[in-house]
T-cell receptor, first 120, second 105 residues
């Protein structure tokens, strides 16, 4: 079936980097975008950015530009999100989601989420 | 950036109630709005896209309407499994509203 499976939870110290993977199956990976969304404990959803596995084009939330990188490996049907210079307020569940359109986002398939904890 | 504001932030209702959640955009977004449902500890689930289109598998008691800056999500007859948090999303900017928590009365 169509699914996205993410890498496991991680604990990081402030200033470190983290890279989360998101492996797609059950559909043609390059036919859809991948968006990343995070959710701090008890808080709402925050869109982080988007990547096209077909072209490599990206778009990021303004406040994360310069700290986040999104890449894909189409041969492995996998997307990656790397966040650098981690701060305690980056502690959150990070989700990848299949994004059905380049221009108008709608996230119809979601990964299970990856908990990233940033603490000294 | 376009801001999305939902109201109310929380709502108490009973099984069988008709429930309406509102989402307002800071400027016109035409009909480019989605709605998601999220249950505790789970990933969100797309309910409605482009204002009023029901995602496959979503019960028909869910409906969406609106245009421009004002949008609504309606649950015609609340079921036990509908108690959750609901988010609207601007499709172009992909930004979310702050969420509406629907709780049992």
């Amino acid at each position: 079936q169509v699914q996205l499976v993410q890498s496991g939870a991680e604990m990081k110290k402030p200033g470190a980097s983290v890279k989360v993977s998101c492996k797609a199956s059950g559909y043609t990976f390059t036919h859809y975008g991948v968006s990343w969304v995070r959710q701090a404990p008890g808080q709402g959803l925050e869109w982080m950015g988007w990547i096209s596995p077909n072209t490599g084009d990206t778009d990021f939330a303004q406040h994360l530009k310069g700290r986040v990188t999104m890449t894909t490996d189409p041969s492995a049907n996998t997307a990656y999100m790397e966040l650098r210079s981690l701060r305690p307020d980056d502690t959150a569940v990070y989700y990848c989601a299949r994004d059905v359109s380049i221009d108008l986002g709608a996230f119809d398939i979601w990964g299970q989420g990856t908990m990233i904890t940033v603490s000294s | 950036d376009i801001q999305m504001t939902q109201s109310p932030s929380s709502l108490s209702a009973s099984v069988g109630d008709r429930v309406t959640i509102t989402c307002r955009a800071s400027q016109s977004i035409s009909g480019h709005l989605n709605w998601y449902q999220q249950k505790p500890g789970k990933a969100p689930n797309l309910l409605i896209y482009m204002t009023s289109n029901l995602q496959s598998g979503v019960p028909s008691r869910f409906s969406g309407s609106g245009s421009g800056t004002d949008f609504t999500l309606t649950i015609s007859s609340l079921q036990r499994e509908d108690f959750a948090t609901y988010y609207c999303q601007h499709m172009y900017g992909r930004t979310f509203g702050q969420g509406t928590k629907l709780e049992t009365k």
